[in-house]
């Protein structure tokens, strides 16, 4: 079996975003862990309307092209790690229409955050957590949430991230959470697969 592929995928798209900050020094340290590939998928890349098909792609075609090219592109990860700004107590309405722009694409497959912002962005990726269960998503329970002392400090750049040692533990236990169960809900996935293949016979 091939190593399990991780998107790192970057939540903000905003100009002055610090979304670039965490997605750097998150994909060196997923990058670093021998039993997966990684990837970084900006969002910037993927200008996708605000949500206008006649339904979720779970039950009919989206007729987007960049939907189209969205889902494509979450169908090739075995799991994902999204960096998560916290806005009014909940993620960047960018990365809830991305998600949103999906569906089956996402299902059995493992999802983990690094929230920053208010309280360290926790109440988005309480809410990311609730979205991705309804998708079907495995959440971990690991995360990184970059509190606001530590934000500014790094904003301001007074202190890197690396140079954070309760982060960095912080990150290295999601990555191994999140490299752990794409490998299991990989392997699940492939199995099911064969099983359809031979019922089908």
Do not use: C
Request: glycine content about 4%; cysteine-free.
């Amino acid at each position: 079996m091939s190593k399990p592929k991780i998107a790192i995928v970057v939540g903000s798209t905003r100009a002055a975003r610090f979304a670039d900050v965490p997605t750097q020094w998150i994909a060196k340290i997923a990058r670093s862990h021998a039993d997966i590939d990684v990837e970084v998928v900006d969002l910037r890349d993927f200008p996708l309307p605000f949500f206008d098909e006649v339904a979720s792609s779970a039950w009919a075609p989206s007729q987007n092209e960049v939907a189209k090219r969205w889902q494509k592109k979450v169908a090739e990860f075995d799991g994902f790690i999204f960096t998560a700004a916290e806005y009014n107590h909940g993620p960047t309405a960018v990365l809830k229409n991305a998600i949103d722009y999906a569906a089956n694409e996402w299902n059995k497959k493992p999802a983990g955050f690094v929230g920053y912002g208010s309280v360290g962005g926790a109440r988005a990726v309480e809410q990311l957590r609730l979205h991705a269960v309804e998708l079907q998503m495995a959440p971990v329970k690991s995360a990184v949430h970059i509190a606001w002392g530590d934000f500014l400090a790094v904003r301001q750049g007074e202190k890197k991230l690396e140079e954070l040692e309760h982060l960095n533990q912080a990150a290295t236990a999601l990555v191994n959470d999140v490299a752990w169960w794409a490998k299991v809900l990989k392997a699940a996935r492939q199995a099911d697969a064969v099983a359809e293949e031979v019922k089908a016979a």
